[in-house]
């Protein structure tokens, strides 16, 4: 009873966990990462900016579990590593496109993407997510010379395809259909990821 006292806060379990996540990130949608405050996050998922604080120490603290908690699907795109390497390159491509085409987890991303451009502090969180949780990974698997450069080289090209697509909106390229984006695209990213590169 003692902890359900004072602050009118809802207990600290997962289910709160999860409904300050959801909050949290539906703010960084729809304010970005400078526009979100842990009182109005706290007070979207009903629950004592104390309690936020608790969860996740301060802003970069959500920001960060936001990312890990589906802001970025690192998992779906990991699993198109499984298979022949020759064709990493479209697999990988092509999740990563379906992604951001997907209605719900398409404006996450955008959400992180655009965070990370506006925000030094979002984009230091990104940063390191990007080296330790997509490329550290995606290198273990490659299993040949260069393989960090080889994943981050491919990791950036695709960053900053879908920056200009779906974020700054090229027309040029918001024209063309995912399947073709897939077909121009994933032949660089193979060649990032199995070609020769002129690294020492």
Same mark, same amino acid.
């Given at each position: ?42 007070? +979207? !998922? $009903? ?6 604080? *608790? ?5 970069? %603290?959500?920001?960060?579990? /936001? ?54 502090? +979002? !984009? $230091? ?6 080296? *330790? ?5 995606? %290198?273990?698997?490659?299993? /040949? ?56």
């Amino acid at each position: 009873m003692e902890n359900e006292t004072k602050s009118g806060r809802r207990p600290g379990n997962t289910q709160t966990r999860e409904a300050i996540l959801e909050a949290a990130m539906t703010s960084f949608i729809e304010h970005g990462y400078g526009g979100t405050t842990i009182r109005g996050v706290a007070r +979207a !998922a $009903g629950v004592d900016p104390a309690l936020v604080m *608790h969860f996740f120490g301060n802003k970069d %603290g959500l920001f960060g579990e /936001s990312i890990r908690n589906g802001g970025m699907p690192i998992r779906q795109l990991v699993e198109s590593f499984d298979g022949d390497l020759e064709t990493l390159g479209e697999r990988l491509t092509t999740r990563y496109f379906a992604l951001w085409e997907d209605p719900e987890i398409g404006p996450r991303i955008k959400a992180v993407v655009v965070s990370a451009a506006t925000s030094p502090a +979002a !984009a $230091g969180i990104l940063k390191d997510f990007m080296i *330790h949780e997509l490329a550290g990974p995606l %290198g273990k698997h490659l299993g /040949s010379d260069h393989p960090q450069q080889r994943a981050l080289l491919a990791a950036s090209q695709l960053m900053g395809i879908v920056f200009a697509r779906y974020v700054i909106q090229i027309e040029i390229l918001t024209a063309l259909t995912p399947e073709e984006i897939v077909a121009c695209v994933a032949p660089s990213i193979q060649r990032f990821l199995t070609g020769d590169l002129p690294l020492r």
